[in-house]
């Protein structure tokens, strides 16, 4: 029988029903809550297109069983901002025009605003450091780096 499991995504109280408490998070946000900013990449929490943020900390969702987050606040991109209303992060990617296919952005940008919430004013050595483990195989990490300085200092 299915289990019954209370989260907290984007401000909203959800349940999911599994089968598997083991279950990767990633999948209840992707397939039972229509949630599609967290992508699958690699499975295996090595290239950081799963990111989300759980009370504030950047977390691979793909190695995160869904049962271990309940109760605890869960952000995706999708509530982070609006397109009415983006984040600072999310206007500094399209103005530095980050993105080439975009596979890996979610990722970059939700890592990044984990270290927004705990530096606001963090150097190119600490961003750089805060995303050496989020994969892009395009290659625009220079222009992520720079929205993300934008997102940060405005510059
Ligand atoms: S899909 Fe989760 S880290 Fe690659
Ligand atoms: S923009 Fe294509 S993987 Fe990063």
Do not use: W
């Amino acid at each position: 029988m299915a289990q019954q499991i209370a989260l907290n995504v984007n401000g909203r109280a959800v349940t999911v029903g599994v089968d598997d408490p083991e279950m990767p998070l990633l999948y209840a946000l992707r397939d039972d809550l229509g949630l599609h900013g967290p992508r699958f990449g690699c499975g295996l929490g090595q290239c950081g297109a799963c990111t989300v943020n759980v009370d504030g900390e950047a977390v691979r969702s793909c190695v995160t069983p869904v049962s271990a987050v309940a109760r605890k606040r869960v952000l995706t991109l999708e509530g982070l901002g609006t397109p009415e209303k983006p984040h600072t992060l999310q206007k500094a990617f399209i103005e530095e025009q980050a993105v080439q296919c975009g596979y890996c952005i979610n990722g970059m940008i939700m890592q990044a605003a984990a270290l927004m919430s705990s530096n606001k004013n963090p150097s190119d050595a600490q961003i750089k450091q805060a995303l050496a483990y989020n994969l892009c195989r395009c290659g625009t990490h220079l222009r992520i780096v720079r929205a993300v300085r934008r997102a940060c200092c405005g510059a």
